[in-house]
């Protein structure tokens, strides 16, 4: 199936105008396994004029496109999920190699893919426009009636991360297609395998030539190039804050979809659960290694029941096996680099040398960082307030959920929050103080169901996610008014 983009040497091609082309520059990016640092395959660094090229063929298939009944883009978006669920073997041993995600949490990557694939083209059927009639506005009878319909933007640009290279690219792809636009994927560099065989899945599927096309690339070389092109209708990021506001500020005019970083809070009150918020709290925190802007970033707990609570979640993070993507039962694997490693030990340093209490962990073996937990973290220490993208987690005590409340919202970030309790009461008048796009009551921060409205505030993101959600933010609406007289 996926021999076709794929050459000598493991040398990827792109989708450009339905074709898997080769490389016009000769020039390729090694794609090395974060497991054993081993070339996986080796995609085009596209220049310039490639990624034009790209750009325009999607500009120009957008005008068939755009025409065809959503019935029948229904059925190749159908058709696509069902592929990928045929090839849930393959594609699961692409992610594991490629960022190394463990086998469990690969597939469900994919059937969430598969999932939420077909219940965008459920919910694009049950999308409509209206009629409205002038004569419920002052001073105006009934001669005019606006017939209001959804329009495709043009060209969507999808810039996916690294860590749910599927997901989060299909989850841009999908309600952009339906609603009546062609797109351009742009995948994270490390990502950008799983990228690929995601978009040969939609042409297995049957999507027209130059409706979907990949550009594979360094953004340091066509970042922003690719950003600020004219045919560039609509763009829809998920990353770092840091590109996010690059994004942002050089682009002119352009509508804006964007998830970005976070600093999810769980905060614990003295009532709550402490079995239920602990073992939530390490699910959320150190799942495929706390790489995760909804992952668990910190705690603030109630003085009262901190250390009753520091032990439960102890003891759950010392359980946490650490190992290869492909041993069983596996949940800490190596991070995406050595980078993103060196990041995540100086936060640790920091707390150490701070006066952190480190509970767990604290320990490193090339681009594995072993599950660390820390107690009594202050606010003058940098993981009180950076997003580590690693599996460390930092306890802060407090005194009251006002105190919680204040330093959850001083965070230069807003994405999601918990609250543990048992009233009822108190979980909503948190919530409404939290400046964040999503508050979980008893649970951990997560994205979905994807159905779920998801969005960020602040330095977290722009706009709401969420399948209906997407398809709107994908469209405009367009008045047609007839005048009856």
């Known amino acids: 199936m996926f021999s076709n983009l794929i050459g000598q040497e493991r040398k990827f091609r792109n989708l450009i105008n339905g074709q898997w082309c080769d490389s016009k520059s000769g020039n390729f990016i090694d794609i090395k396994s974060p497991t054993d640092g081993k070339i996986v395959g080796k995609v085009p660094a596209m220049t310039k004029d490639e990624v034009n090229e790209v ?18 883009k229904a059925k190749i978006l159908y058709k696509a999920a069902d592929i990928l669920q045929e090839r849930i073997n393959d594609l699961s041993d692409i992610l594991i ?47 005019k009636i606006s017939v209001v319909t959804r329009e495709s933007m043009g060209v969507v640009l999808a810039i996916s991360p690294f860590n749910y290279p599927i997901n989060l690219s299909a989850s841009k792809i999908a309600p952009a297609l339906i609603a009546g636009n062609t797109v351009v994927l742009k995948p994270a560099t490390q990502g950008s395998l799983c990228g690929l065989y995601l978009a040969k899945v ?7 030539a130059g409706v979907l096309n990949t550009v594979t690339g360094r953004g340091s070389e066509i970042g922003d190039y690719i950003v600020t092109h004219p045919e560039i209708d609509f763009i829809n990021f998920t990353g770092s804050t840091e590109i996010g506001m690059r994004i942002a500020s050089i682009t002119s005019m352009v509508p804006l979809l964007m998830e970005l970083g976070g600093k999810d809070a769980a905060i614990v009150l003295e009532d709550a659960d402490l079995d239920l918020a602990a073992s939530n709290i390490v699910a959320g ?15 603030l707990v109630i003085d009262k029941v901190a250390d009753e609570l520091a032990e439960k979640i102890k003891k759950h993070v010392l359980e946490l096996k650490v190992g290869n993507p492909t041993d069983e039962g596996v949940t800490i694997t190596p ?12 936060l640790i340093d920091d707390a150490r040398e701070k006066g952190a209490h480190l509970l767990v962990g604290g320990k490193r073996d090339g681009n594995i960082i072993y599950p660390t937990l820390f107690d009594f973290v202050t606010e003058d220490m940098r993981l009180a307030w950076e997003e580590p993208f690693g599996p460390v987690l930092p306890i802060i005590r407090v005194k ?29 008048y948190i919530a409404k103080k939290l400046e964040v796009g999503t508050v979980q009551i008893n649970n951990k921060p997560e994205r979905g169901p994807d159905h779920f409205p998801f969005s960020g505030v602040k330095a977290s993101g722009i706009g709401t996610q969420g399948i209906k959600y997407s398809i ?5 609406l367009k008045g047609t008014i007839i005048n009856l007289k």
């Open 472 to 476: 709107e933010a994908m469209s405009r």
């Open 202 to 208: 939609f042409e297995e599927a049957g999507i027209p």
């Open 97 to 143: 190699r490629e960022i190394a995600k463990d086998k469990k949490s690969a597939e469900s990557e994919i059937n969430r893919t598969a999932d939420y694939i077909r219940f965008t083209a459920d919910t694009a059927k049950n999308i409509f426009g209206e009629t409205i009639a002038s004569d419920s506005f002052p001073g105006f009878d009934r001669s």
């Open 285 to 299: 925190a150190y799942s495929y290694s706390g790489q995760r802007c909804t992952a668990v970033k910190r705690i």
């Open 400 to 428: 009251d959920k006002e105190e919680a409340i204040k330093i959850a919202n001083e965070s230069e970030y807003g994405l999601q929050a918990s609250v543990f309790t048992k009233n009822i009461d108190e979980a909503f």
């Open 335 to 346: 991070l995406i680099d050595n980078k993103s490693a060196d990041f995540v030990w100086e």
């Open 55 to 72: 750009i325009v063929a999607a500009q120009k298939a957008h005008n068939q496109w755009r025409d065809i009944p959503i019935n029948e």
